[in-house]
């Protein structure tokens, strides 16, 4: 009788869950592969075949724009983990108490305004007119402004400063579980400050490394204020495809066959980056 209310309890509990799921998540992409699968031939007259995804693979600036967000999103994602395991790192191991406390709530305050009003932030400092600009005239070190929107650059500087806290949690998370009796070991054993890194460190903290990439990757490469913000109408991000498609051009069927061709390629990256880490998404999500 108690196991029948328990797993009576649980469902309960779990169906709000299941139904967010399959209304707005497992409905939609059901939805939206049907289109996708949508051929035009008249008016209001559509075939079922795959003519959407072989405009894809015809047009040489969609699959460039593909590929270019894809390496893009990776390498945004790369230096989002340089930048933030030292900082977790740092948070973790080498802090204590309010000082912890305090740097931690630093890496949550830009999360207090939304992601536009913080692009816009660096949209006022990278503009000609901008801050840096201004500074780097004042210090004598240009001649004139510097233009420094509008590039791959500054695209990779908002990718990085959105993700930020989405890396460095995890890692904290997972460095303030490692005992450091461990890293005193190894420097009693003789090994040297990347020894230790290698040996112990970094094996401890994979899975919030891998966490940590899955969600920086995935934000990026479905970012698309950021890129359109940062480096204008020829930024060449797939998303602002895929929003003309829906937008502007109405297309329907081809924006969801973009959509779908972008889904599997996250997967893709994922199921790959899983298996060379060694890692099951399952441990990695827990940790």
């Given at each position: 009788m108690k196991s029948d209310k328990?797993?009576?309890t649980f469902w309960l509990l779990l169906s709000p869950l299941i139904l967010w799921l399959?209304?707005?998540?497992?409905?939609?992409?059901i939805g939206m592969f049907f289109v996708s699968l949508r051929e035009k031939v008249g008016v209001r007259e559509y075939e079922t075949s795959f003519a959407n995804y072989a405009v894809f693979f015809n047009e040489p600036l969609y699959w460039n724009t593909f590929a270019r967000t894809a390496y893009m999103s990776i390498a945004a994602t790369l230096l989002t983990l340089l930048i933030g395991f030292p900082i977790a790192y740092y948070i973790a191991k080498l802090t204590r108490g309010r000082t912890k406390?305090?740097?931690f709530l630093m890496c949550l305050i830009p999360f207090?305004?939304?992601?536009?009003?913080?692009?816009?932030?660096?949209?006022?400092l990278l503009r000609e007119t901008g801050v840096i600009s201004q500074v780097l005239q004042y210090a004598g070190l240009v001649n004139g402004p510097v233009e420094?929107?509008?590039?791959?650059?500054?695209?990779m500087t908002g990718l990085v400063y959105t993700s930020m806290l989405f890396m460095v949690v995890p890692l904290v998370t997972t460095l303030d579980s490692l005992d450091?009796?461990?890293?005193?070991?190894g420097y009693d054993l003789g090994g040297t400050s990347f020894s230790i890194l290698r040996e112990i460190v970094i094996p401890h903290a994979m899975p919030g490394i891998v966490s940590g990439c899955i969600v920086v990757f995935m934000l990026s490469l479905g970012n698309y204020l950021t890129p359109i913000l940062l480096g204008g109408k020829d930024s060449l991000w797939?998303?602002?495809?895929?929003?003309?498609?829906?937008?502007t051009r109405f297309n329907w069927e081809l924006g969801s066959a973009f959509g779908f061709l972008l889904l599997g390629l996250s997967s893709l990256i994922v199921f790959l980056g899983l298996k060379l880490s060694g890692q099951s998404l399952s441990k990695t999500m827990a940790r």
């Open positions: 328990s797993k009576l399959a209304t707005l998540i497992i409905l939609p992409h406390t305090t740097l207090w305004v939304s992601e536009l009003v913080r692009t816009f932030g660096w949209m006022i420094m929107l509008y590039n791959d650059a500054a695209i450091d009796s461990l890293i005193e070991a797939f998303t602002g495809l895929i929003y003309s498609q829906f937008i």
